[in-house]
């Protein structure tokens, strides 16, 4: 898998609030990362979305 499909899923992930909280989306991209799977500018973005649809109230 390339890091632009990884970053396709992952942003889909995150949109749709796949996983329970913040903090288990940040804990899957770490593991990408560290792996080498996505670039350091990809985790970024990544980890920025996160953190702001995480931030979103749910009605």
Do not use: G, P
Not at 1 to 24: A, P
Request: net charge negative; no cysteine; aromatic share 10%.
């Amino acid at each position: 898998m390339n890091s632009t499909v990884i970053v396709k899923l992952m942003e889909n992930l995150i949109n749709k609030k796949f996983y329970d909280t913040k903090d288990e989306a940040i804990a899957k991209l770490d593991v990408y990362f560290a792996m080498n799977r996505i670039s350091e500018e990809e985790y970024a973005t990544l980890a920025l979305l996160a953190e702001e649809t995480y931030a979103q109230e749910v009605l």
